[in-house]
């Protein structure tokens, strides 16, 4: 699968269990294309590529979508991540209750100021660093967000490799490079840029004609 088809894939299902949440059972391809921003004859021709065939006229069952989309994509194991410097960021995604309609679950946080730590009655619990690895392999983490400061970045991406996370989301100003150990699939490391994403912005809203 090509990655744009992906981003499409990842869409539909995100769509999906929005459309579940709000009590529909049955779904079309053209609903789901404004979703995925492609046509419903994309979509329908994306489920046949993947395997996927809905009733004639009667669209697709939105629980039997969710299950054939999400096995493509590798959902139903544990989707659940971590974020470790719980400060302005790491507070903010850990307050926000959008990831679980997309199957991801923000299970704990972890920083290195005593201030910040809280008790294990809060939903989302924040404890100290020394608790990193016994805390993810409880909680069958394999993602983590990284929200330290730069000069953390390094050090923390180190120590949730040891701790056995194999993706990351680093917010960090350091671009962490992925790392692969003997007879282990390579480490996946996502870096964001905001800034790098707005500088994109002004420069197409400069030469509009220039980027495609
Ligand atoms: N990617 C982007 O576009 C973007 C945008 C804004 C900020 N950032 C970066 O995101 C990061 C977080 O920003 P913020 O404003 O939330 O910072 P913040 O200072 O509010 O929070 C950082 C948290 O990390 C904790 N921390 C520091 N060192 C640690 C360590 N070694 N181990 C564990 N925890 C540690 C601190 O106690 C604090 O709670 C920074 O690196 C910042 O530069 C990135």
Known sequence: MNSEMLIRITRYYRALNRLKSVGLEKVFAHNLADAAGASAAVVRKDFSQLGIHGQKRGGYEIPDLIASVGAILGKGGSQNTVIVGCGRIGKALIHYNGFEPDGISIVAGFDNDPLVYSDTSQPVPIYPMSKL?????????????????????????????????RGFLNFSPVTLKSQRAEGLPPLIVHNINIALELEQIFYELQFPNTVR
């Open 133 to 165: 690895e016994e805390t993810i392999k409880a909680l069958d983490a394999q993602v983590a967000i990284i929200t330290v400061p730069e000069a953390s970045a390094a050090d923390t991406y180190e120590k949730l490799v040891n701790a056995g996370i």
